[in-house]
């Protein structure tokens, strides 16, 4: 699989890759199959058993891999130098040949943070004087702000999710009587319709006191006439993924307090959204959206941060929550979704994703917020 990226734009992010491990001291970043390696060399896989990593230091990068994925990382991928094992080597023994060949014995490496265990300990046994740290020391700066062929992809993502949000908030009363699991089935179905690239995540439809639960996904729980529902869902374009949240009442009417609350929860999230430019602490978007529904009664339903950041993956820094003082810079790319909950009954969450921008914000959702169907 590769990322929807060119190879002038990975041998720019490998340069600025290079010149930080250079700057920071650092002899190596390792990475295995992951968001990593795809920003850097432009080839995503699933993780398996067999050792598959990307070398990058400060001088040049290569690949050891399985030979079945020659051909493969050839045509995906700008890294030119790549070492093979077969079946029935040792492929730690090759890790250790490149690691003499590039000085890498007794140095510091950085490896990828989620690199399974069985991994990191061939590395460490491959270089048993090597020290050891976490690959985000250098990745993370370099893939916080989004260039522009990243925000086209996203762009690309949420218009598709709107697209769907609207088509799925239409069905009015014809979703009433579907599971939880259904309507997701069909939601997922239109994602890919309407040109998606399978979905960001496993799709949340959360109906009735179900959606009072923030990571419920689906279930076999029927969808009636009146029950609030939590529809949390995103395609990717470009190997970028989309993430929206509405709560609609799809038919008949929704319990008492329920108009109340969705008018706090849109109060809270419009606010956090206006609040959004560069200059800004991170934590002070959690801080707006926390204020308006703490003053509306629901501070204490409120129970997770209002934001992650989204990328290659779909959560990843910048966090908005309390106690991240990093200041919001141009290209910057999070959502704002705060929620209420209110266990046994509904709950109700908007979200939206949202670019900083040089002079303020850009909301990449555009779909009705409001938590009638259309």
Not at 354 to 366: C, I, K, M, P, Q
Request: charged share 30%; aromatic share 6%; with cysteine.
């Amino acid at each position: 699989m590769t990322t929807d990226q060119s190879d002038d734009v990975v041998q720019r992010r490998l340069e600025r890759a290079r010149d930080r491990l250079s700057e920071r001291g650092i002899d190596a970043l390792v990475c295995f199959p992951s968001s990593n390696m795809g920003y850097l060399a432009g080839f995503e896989e699933e993780p398996m058993e067999r050792h598959l990593f990307l070398f990058v230091t400060p001088e040049t990068e290569l690949f050891v891999a399985p030979e079945m994925y020659d051909d493969q990382l050839r045509d995906a991928s700008p890294v030119t130098d790549i070492r093979t094992w077969s079946d029935g080597d040792d492929p730690v023994a090759l890790v250790e040949r490149v690691g003499d060949e590039l000085g890498l014995s007794g140095g510091r490496l950085l490896v990828d943070d989620r690199m399974w265990a069985l991994f990191t300990q061939d590395l460490r046994t491959a270089f048993p004087e090597a020290s050891f740290g976490l690959a985000s020391e250098v990745t993370e700066e370099l893939r916080l702000r989004k260039d522009e062929a990243e925000l086209e992809a996203l762009r690309e993502a949420a218009e598709i999710s709107d697209t769907v949000s609207e088509e799925i908030r239409a069905l009015g009363a014809e979703a009433i009587g579907m599971t939880e699991n259904e309507l997701a089935a069909e939601i997922e179905e239109r994602l890919a319709d309407a040109g998606g690239e399978g979905v960001s995540f496993e799709t949340v439809v959360g109906s009735g006191p179900n959606g009072a639960r923030p990571h419920h996904r689906s279930g076999d729980r029927t969808i009636e006439a009146g029950d609030p529902v939590v529809l949390d869902f995103g395609t990717r374009a470009g190997g970028y993924p989309g993430d929206q949240t509405r709560t609609v009442v799809f038919d008949g009417e929704p319990p008492a307090a329920f108009e109340e609350v969705h008018d706090a929860v849109l109060e809270a999230h419009n606010a956090a959204v206006e609040a959004v430019e560069p200059g800004v602490p991170a934590e002070e978007i959690d801080r707006v959206a926390r204020d308006v529904l703490e003053e509306r009664g629901y501070g204490d339903e409120f129970i997770h941060r209002t934001g992650h950041g989204v990328g290659l993956d779909v959560h990843e820094p910048p966090y908005i929550t309390a106690g991240n003082d990093r200041e919001l810079e141009p290209g910057m790319v999070f959502s704002v979704e705060p929620g209420v909950y209110l266990e046994g009954e509904f709950g109700v969450r908007i979200e939206d994703l949202v670019v900083v921008t040089e002079d303020g914000h850009e909301r990449l959702n555009d779909s009705p917020r409001t938590w009638r169907p259309l």
